[in-house]
Each structure stands twice: as structure tokens, then as C-alpha cells.
């Protein structure tokens, strides 16, 4: 089967790391492909950021911010061990999503590099406004079905106030709600490889209730303005 471009490139860059990944772990190492094998689509937006200057890929796979809102400061480990000790190599697929989105919101919908940022507070990235406001929490998915579950989980939690529980532990789509709800953007931007979606969200108007909630929304709705 011949590869499309973008899946050659993905396959030379990790044939290329796994051994400056060896030299680091002073042990061989094996990469395990993964299932289902990585869509085209998925390749794309991961060297569609990178082609644009959202990333420098080091030797060894790691992806470096570059261009947009200076916010954790981390880079993007593209393979890591299957555990600690394991010499069993695997893909961070859900990165190649992620990586995606500052692509998106830059390219495609029109917002300065210097809006965007990664990984703020629970979301995968955050678009802010012309005034330094919250405009847009972004999250990406690996699947439809994840974002899915993601939308309609997040859309019953922000509709009741976030109380604190005895539990340390939120689960992923609490974390998120609790995050539109002390973040305050105008839009929420979910995104897999063979989808995405966006909501409005409204806020109640009481600042005693910390309740929203998300309406579908068509994308050219977040753009900023034209792009070429």
C-alpha cells in the first residue's frame, strides 16, 4: 500500500528518532505502530503547524513552541515509553490533533499567532481577543466519539453550578467545565480528525450562579476575519 506524503514524513521522522531515543535510554527500543493506523488526515495537521512555523520537531521527536502566546512553556514528546521501564515505543496520537489547532485558528479563521495559546488552565489551547480577553477555549479529541461524549458531558455540567466535592479528582469533561466557567470565552471549539465543532456560550447573568450554556454554532462564526 503506497503512503500518502504526509504518513511517509511521519514514518521518516520517527524512524529517525527512535535511535537518538535509544542513545538517551541506553537500551534498544521498538516502536509499536498504532491501531488503527494513523489517518492521513491526522499527518496532515500535525505537518500543516509544523510547515507553518507552530513547531521546530527536534531529533528525537520533540515538538517546540514556536510563534504563538508564550503560556506553559513545554514542549511535545511526539513517542515516550509504553511505561517507565519499557522499551516498547509508542505514538502520542491525540498530539497530532492538538497540533494541529494552532494551524487552524491562525490559517483558517484568521487569529494572530501572538492570540493563540497552548494548554491553558484544562483546555488544549486558547484563542484571545484583540483586548486580551478569553475568545475561544479549543480542545482536541482523537476520536469522533470522544468529542462527542466531550461536547454533550460539558454541556450538562456547566448548566449546574460547580460546586467543590470531597474527591480530589475531576473527571476530564469536569475539569473543562470548570475551566469555560472561571475562563469565560465567548466560544468553545472542539475538534477530531474527521470533525469539528463550535458552540456559543452564554453566561448567566446572576455572578452568584456560575452556569452557562453552549449552542451550536457554524465554525466561520470564531473567524476573525478573511484569510488568503
Given at each position: 500500500m503506497t503512503l500518502s506524503p504526509n504518513l511517509e514524513r511521519l514514518d521518516a521522522l520517527i524512524a529517525a528518532a527512535i535511535p537518538v531515543l535509544e542513545g538517551r535510554f541506553a537500551r534498544s527500543l521498538e516502536y509499536r505502530e498504532p491501531a488503527p493506523p494513523i489517518s492521513e488526515v491526522e499527518a496532515e495537521g500535525l505537518f500543516r503547524a509544523v510547515d507553518a512555523g507552530f513547531f521546530e520537531v527536534a531529533d528525537d521527536g520533540l515538538c517546540i513552541p514556536r510563534l504563538m502566546r508564550p503560556s506553559t512553556g513545554f514542549s511535545y514528546p511526539l513517542l515516550s515509553p509504553l511505561d517507565r521501564q519499557s522499551s516498547t515505543m509508542v505514538l502520542w496520537r491525540e498530539w497530532l490533533t492538538h497540533a494541529s489547532l494552532p494551524a487552524t485558528l491562525h490559517l483558517d479563521l484568521g487569529h494572530a499567532c501572538h492570540d493563540i495559546a497552548l494548554d491553558v488552565d484544562a483546555f488544549d489551547a486558547l484563542v484571545f481577543s484583540t483586548e486580551n480577553q478569553p475568545l475561544i477555549a479549543a480542545e482536541a479529541k482523537k476520536t469522533i466519539r470522544e468529542l462527542e461524549k466531550t461536547v454533550n458531558e460539558i454541556a450538562g455540567h456547566v448548566q449546574q453550578p460547580f460546586r467543590l466535592?470531597?474527591?480530589?479528582?475531576?473527571?476530564?469533561?469536569?475539569?473543562?467545565s470548570r475551566s469555560l466557567l472561571a475562563l469565560r470565552p465567548l466560544f468553545l471549539f472542539v475538534v477530531a480528525p474527521e470533525r469539528s465543532a463550535a458552540f456559543a456560550v452564554s453566561y448567566a447573568p446572576d455572578p452568584g450562579s456560575a452556569t452557562a450554556r453552549i449552542d451550536p454554532v457554524p465554525i466561520e462564526r470564531l473567524a476573525l476575519r478573511p484569510t488568503k
Amino acid at each position: 500500500m503506497t503512503l500518502s506524503p504526509n504518513l511517509e514524513r511521519l514514518d521518516a521522522l520517527i524512524a529517525a528518532a527512535i535511535p537518538v531515543l535509544e542513545g538517551r535510554f541506553a537500551r534498544s527500543l521498538e516502536y509499536r505502530e498504532p491501531a488503527p493506523p494513523i489517518s492521513e488526515v491526522e499527518a496532515e495537521g500535525l505537518f500543516r503547524a509544523v510547515d507553518a512555523g507552530f513547531f521546530e520537531v527536534a531529533d528525537d521527536g520533540l515538538c517546540i513552541p514556536r510563534l504563538m502566546r508564550p503560556s506553559t512553556g513545554f514542549s511535545y514528546p511526539l513517542l515516550s515509553p509504553l511505561d517507565r521501564q519499557s522499551s516498547t515505543m509508542v505514538l502520542w496520537r491525540e498530539w497530532l490533533t492538538h497540533a494541529s489547532l494552532p494551524a487552524t485558528l491562525h490559517l483558517d479563521l484568521g487569529h494572530a499567532c501572538h492570540d493563540i495559546a497552548l494548554d491553558v488552565d484544562a483546555f488544549d489551547a486558547l484563542v484571545f481577543s484583540t483586548e486580551n480577553q478569553p475568545l475561544i477555549a479549543a480542545e482536541a479529541k482523537k476520536t469522533i466519539r470522544e468529542l462527542e461524549k466531550t461536547v454533550n458531558e460539558i454541556a450538562g455540567h456547566v448548566q449546574q453550578p460547580f460546586r467543590l466535592r470531597r474527591s480530589p479528582r475531576l473527571t476530564n469533561s469536569e475539569q473543562k467545565s470548570r475551566s469555560l466557567l472561571a475562563l469565560r470565552p465567548l466560544f468553545l471549539f472542539v475538534v477530531a480528525p474527521e470533525r469539528s465543532a463550535a458552540f456559543a456560550v452564554s453566561y448567566a447573568p446572576d455572578p452568584g450562579s456560575a452556569t452557562a450554556r453552549i449552542d451550536p454554532v457554524p465554525i466561520e462564526r470564531l473567524a476573525l476575519r478573511p484569510t488568503k
